[in-house]
Structure formats: structure tokens, C-alpha cells
């Protein structure tokens, strides 16, 4: 009799088994790592810096594509006098390559200038960001100050492009507090 009562026991202790218990904390917590690291003040000015940087070589490189869109109009009509007997004297010729070289010249200083613009923003970059990262680093441990055993960066990806927190169900996201603790200027 002891038995059958156990086996109607059974159900009931199973039941109970797979009854949620609820966590006081939860024990990950996630922060969104690139949003805190760009509402650094530093990294605003950073941007802002950089945005220039952008402009002012966009600048130049329209003013090397207007000056190469006129060379070439004038290549055009240097190549007119070339075509006839009369026309191609070696001083028309000359003239002529004067107007390609200069064409070259223009393109590469096209291309200089883009490559130029691509160090310059990497330099700018290289010097700051690892510093505010750190400084985020530490503001993450000051916002997390022990509570949470695993802080996860929910911005990172992983090698495939997926993001590495793809779900974490009652972690604490430590973002805002991250934020908060910025300085303002």
C-alpha cells in the first residue's frame, strides 16, 4: 500500500520540480557597449571632428573633379587641330600631352587625397577610442559594482556578423546606468 501511495506522489513531486523559482537578481546583465562608448562627450566631439574632416576632403576632391571635367574639355578640343595635316605640329602635340599630364596629375591627387582622408580619420581614431573604451570599461564595472557575476556586451558580434547576446532573458541591461555615469563635458 506504501508503494502505490508513492507512485500518486510522483506526479505531484515532478510538478513541483518544474515549478519556476524566481531569482532575487538575475546573475548576467548586458550593456550595449558601441551606444555608451558613443555617448561618451569625447567621442561625440570625436565624431564631430571627424565629420569635418569628411567634409572639407569632399570639398576638395569636387574641386578636383570640376577642375578635371574643364581638362577635359579642353583635351577635347586640343585633339581637334591634331586631326588634320595643318594641325599637328609638334607644338599642338605638346600642348596636348601637357593637358594628359595635368589630367594624371589631377587623379592622383584625387586619390591622394582619399587615402590621406582614410589615414587621417583611422590616426584620429586610434588615438581616442581605445581610452574612451577603457573609461567605459570602467564606468560598466563601476554601474555593475558587483552585483552581476557576467557583464555581456550586447553590441558585439560575433565571426559570422550574428550578435553574440542573442536572447538573455532576466539579465539586467546596465546601459542607462553606464550612460548616467558619464561625464557631461
Same mark, same amino acid.
Given at each position: 500500500m506504501l508503494g502505490i501511495d508513492m507512485l500518486r506522489l510522483v506526479p505531484v513531486l515532478l510538478l513541483w520540480l518544474c515549478v519556476p523559482v524566481q531569482a532575487a537578481d538575475p546573475v &548576467?546583465?548586458?550593456?550595449?557597449?558601441k551606444k555608451a562608448l558613443a555617448s561618451?562627450?569625447?567621442a561625440r566631439e570625436l565624431e564631430a571632428e571627424l565629420r569635418a574632416t569628411q567634409e572639407n576632403a569632399r570639398k576638395v576632391f569636387e574641386a578636383k573633379q570640376r577642375e578635371l571635367s574643364e581638362?577635359? &574639355?579642353k583635351l577635347q578640343k586640343a585633339s581637334v587641330p591634331l586631326k588634320t595635316k595643318e594641325g599637328d605640329t609638334e607644338e599642338n602635340r605638346q600642348?596636348?600631352?601637357?593637358l594628359e599630364e595635368r589630367g594624371m596629375e /589631377?587623379?592622383?591627387?584625387? /586619390?591622394e587625397v582619399q587615402a590621406n582622408t582614410r589615414q587621417t580619420i583611422a590616426d584620429r581614431q586610434e588615438a581616442v577610442l581605445p581610452e574612451l573604451a577603457?573609461?567605459?570599461?570602467?564606468l560598466v564595472a563601476t554601474a555593475n559594482n558587483g552585483k552581476y557575476a557576467v557583464v555581456l556586451d550586447?553590441?558585439?558580434?560575433?565571426?559570422?556578423?550574428?550578435?553574440?547576446? /542573442?536572447?538573455?532573458?532576466?539579465a539586467f541591461d546596465l546601459t542607462d546606468r553606464v550612460i548616467a555615469l558619464l561625464p557631461v563635458k
Open positions: &548576467i546583465a548586458v550593456v550595449d557597449f561618451h562627450p569625447k581638362l577635359q &574639355i600642348a596636348f600631352r601637357d /589631377i587623379r592622383q591627387s584625387m /586619390i577603457s573609461k567605459v570599461r570602467e550586447a553590441s558585439a558580434l560575433s565571426r559570422d556578423g550574428l550578435p553574440q547576446v /542573442i536572447e538573455a532573458p532576466g
